[in-house]
């Protein structure tokens, strides 16, 4: 499939909400799996032959498994609420993204088949049949939704998109017509533990190789310990923090962090991934199945806190979800959920994200920083989707939103939030997440990414900010790949603790030779 | 009693048969479907009362379409607020015998009809000028519009213009229905307006469970607004997650691999 061309959108002054062009993201949708990624996770190899009769009979089951899907099929009256709300609408123009029109894609055959209006007055109430060219707007428009739930946030329903793309995903994979990209990366995680499939030995490897660059910079033997049994707090990253740009920086910083406190802290290589793309493709079961691993890990090591690193969606599945899909947290009651209960301290929330962690200990006077360190910077946070919108952090109201800001204020001195409607719970947005974050869909995410850019653009216009944070592997990624597309520059996306790292005063190890510099200074100044 | 009054009256216990079961049968619908995983949506209450008071906030002032879009949000609240309000004072035809005192306070209600109407009127026209939402809307959402604006103005009509039904007769028509085994059936009075708005009315009951009148049960169970956020204090499981990870932890196994 060659690339097609297309035109990068242009930053308007204002978002304005663009006149509708039917069919401009038409398309094929991303690359379709194959039988040898779609087996391992219990789907058919190929697009079966009775696929309408097993479409339907899925979107029943989900109906019934799901109340989200069951109300919000019967609940939007097309108020219009949403339309001007998603990024991918606000990009591309094509009417198939404004939210309800893609949630319709599924209403439709949901009316056709499962309403009284819909069996016997069908164009009446616009129901449609699930045919060929139904299924393929399905696969291509559903996979131009980052499940970002910002629809969500005005619909006077609190529709939530979300919900109704990883059902439909859930449909398509059922039928055998899974995407590649996530169906790949899922069968890494749930076979080796990672997404990009990175055994233990190469793990371990790449840690080593971290621990001396640390210590060639900075003169501290800061430690990235792996599977030590018996550690305090287990950490959780997605695994793009073990080798890509910007992200690698983020985990010298929460490296860094646990140094100064002086706990006692390790990784796991058998659950070396907090992503869990079993959320993108809105399979419970694959996404239980990811999650079961890091609860055995935690089990195994002994450890007495689970942390996850800098990543959205996993801090949602993490935050919302782990408890239900394994008892990571409170109340669960089977073996191994209480054997865990046991185990985890219980003075601390269970799961904990990094950025409360760093938090914490800011408050608690236990870090140093020298703020001066990041004056070269002017710096905004982007929320991400995922952490903003279904997370929480601190468990004070609206802590996902004031924790991040905290940190990176105690560590720079120049801070300045984007315009209030684009951040937050309005948040826009990167443009790669829920699933999106490949090649094959690079028109979408440079056009997704317009209102998320243009917001940006006017701070840099009027703040001068040339550093945006994130907290998500997904973000950074995306960010990376699409700044330069609108003029920036693409390294001003850095993670939250590449901040922390710069700005952090490391206590030097007592060596002989240092304290007999130190009486030597302090003779000389005296 | 005349025919047209014995159809009106079978039309109504039919309607509100309908109307009944049929909501019964949605509600429970959603009541038995589980929600199994947490997906409150920010800003999220994370307590229970947090919960009570966004609902109501929701429900009463449509918070979220506020801060969505403000003309939707005016024409939206002044509709509802307005067939609130009309309702209210329909209780007086219902109402066997003397009204009351009360009623006298409700009397003025009367002009929330309007309100009713320049709502319905402005959904209408976003409804076709703006591209955006002419685009999603099917046959059916200007039906119900039109429905509902057609009962609108026939309540005007009859109310403020010198079309006036007789009123005591519609009283002991209405009040008949719902307290017939007291006080009997009676004829309806049968100008053309007054009938339009009661057959439509009754249109509305019956069609109000398959329709997108669900939105008025759904929102309560809308999982992203209903939901307190608590997944770290508390399990949150559903029965048949729960089921799956008791009896089906073997199928798991064989598609997905071993857990432990």
Not at chain 1, 199 to 211: F, G, V, Y
Request: proline share 5%; charged share 20%.
């Amino acid at each position: 499939m060659a690339a097609k061309e297309f035109d990068i959108p242009k930053l308007p002054t204002y978002i304005e909400i663009p006149e509708i062009n039917e069919g401009v993201m038409k398309g094929d949708g991303p690359f379709k799996s194959v039988e040898e990624f779609q087996t391992p996770l219990g789907f058919p190899g190929e697009k079966v032959d009775n696929w309408q009769e097993v479409a339907i009979a899925k979107m029943g089951e989900l109906k019934s498994k799901y109340r989200s899907v069951q109300v919000f099929l019967d609940a939007c009256v097309k108020c219009g609420a949403c339309t001007d709300k998603c990024h991918y609408f606000l990009g591309s123009s094509d009417p198939k993204n404004m939210p309800v029109a893609r949630q319709d894609l599924f209403r439709s055959v949901y009316r056709r088949h499962f309403t009284f209006a819909g069996k016997y007055f069908p164009k009446l109430v616009g129901a449609k049949e699930l045919d060929d060219d139904m299924l393929d707007d399905w696969y291509n428009y559903f996979h131009q939704c980052s499940q970002c739930r910002r629809c969500s946030v005005f619909c006077p329903y609190g529709i939530d998109t979300a919900e109704i793309s990883m059902a439909a995903r859930e449909v398509l994979d059922a039928v055998g017509v899974g995407q590649k990209y996530c169906n790949q990366i899922l069968g890494k995680a749930i076979t080796i533990g990672n997404n990009l499939g990175l055994p233990e030995p190469a793990l371990r490897d790449t840690l080593l190789d971290l621990e001396e660059e640390i210590e060639e910079e900075t003169g501290v033997a800061v430690k990235y310990p792996l599977d030590v049994k018996g550690a305090e707090i287990l950490l959780i990253t997605p695994s793009a923090d073990f080798f890509a740009e910007p992200h690698i920086d983020g985990l010298i910083g929460y490296g860094k962090v646990f140094h100064q406190d002086g706990v006692n802290w390790t990784m796991s290589s058998y659950a070396s991934e907090g992503a869990n793309f079993g959320m993108f493709i809105g399979s419970y079961d694959v996404m239980r199945k990811a999650a079961l691993r890091i609860r055995k890990a935690a089990l195994d090591l002994e450890v007495s806190r689970v942390m996850v690193g800098e990543c959205g969606h996993a801090w949602r599945v993490a935050y919302s979800f782990w408890n239900t899909l394994t008892g990571v947290g409170a109340g669960a009651t089977d073996e191994f959920g209480l054997k865990l209960q046991n185990q985890l301290d219980s003075r601390y929330p269970q799961p904990q994200h990094i950025i409360e962690y760093t938090h914490d200990l800011i408050q608690r006077g236990k870090l140093e920083f020298d703020k001066s360190a990041n004056d070269d910077r002017t710096v905004t946070f982007h929320d991400s989707c995922n952490v903003a919108r279904a997370t929480n952090m601190g468990g004070i109201p609206n802590g996902q939103f004031i924790l991040p800001r905290e940190v990176i204020k105690a560590v720079c001195n120049n801070y300045v939030d984007m315009e209030r409607s684009t951040i937050m719970e309005s948040t826009f947005c990167c443009g790669g997440g829920g699933g999106l974050l490949t090649d094959d869909l690079m028109e979408i995410r440079i056009k997704g990414a317009m209102p998320r850019m243009q917001a940006l653009k006017e701070i840099e216009k009027t703040d001068g900010v040339d550093t945006l944070v994130a907290i998500c592997a997904i973000c950074k990624s995306q960010f990376s790949k699409v700044l330069p597309k609108f003029d920036f520059d693409p390294y001003m996306i850095v993670s939250a603790h590449q901040l922390v790292s710069e700005a952090i005063v490391m206590d030097k190890p007592q060596t002989e030779d240092s304290e007999a510099q130190d009486t030597a200074e302090e003779v000389t100044e005296q | 009693m005349s025919a047209i009054s014995i159809f009106f009256t079978a039309l109504f216990y039919i309607s509100l048969f309908v109307f009944l079961i049929g909501m019964a049968r949605k509600i429970y619908q959603y009541w038995i479907t589980p929600a199994p995983l947490k997906i409150p949506t920010a800003p999220t209450p994370l307590t229970q009362t947090g919960v009570v008071m966004r609902m109501a906030r929701e429900v009463v002032l449509f918070e979220s379409l506020f801060k969505s879009n403000k003309w939707t949000w005016l024409f939206g609240w002044l509709f509802h607020i307005g067939l609130l309000l009309v309702l209210v004072r329909h209780v007086r035809y219902f109402w066997p015998g003397d009204l009351p005192e009360i009623f006298l306070l409700i009397q003025p209600f009367k002009y929330a009809a309007f309100a009713m109407v320049i709502g319905l009127t402005g959904l209408m026209g976003r409804r076709i000028f703006v591209e955006r939402i002419r685009y999603i809307s099917a046959p059916s959402d200007y039906l119900m519009l039109i429905l509902l604006l057609i009962i609108g103005v026939s309540g005007v009509v009859m109310t403020f213009t010198s079309n006036h039904t007789d009123v005591m007769m519609v009283k002991e028509f209405a009040s008949g229905l719902i307290a017939f085994p007291w006080i009997g059936w009676s004829n309806l009075p049968t100008e053309v307006h007054f009938l339009t708005h009661i057959f439509l009315v009754f249109v509305l009951m019956a069609i109000f469970p398959i329709s997108k009148l669900l939105h008025v049960p759904g929102v309560f169970f809308s999982p992203t607004r209903n939901q307190v956020d608590d997944s770290r204090k508390k399990r949150h499981i559903s029965p048949w997650a729960l089921k799956q990870e008791q009896e089906h932890a073997v199928r798991l196994e064989q598609t997905l691999g071993k857990d432990e």
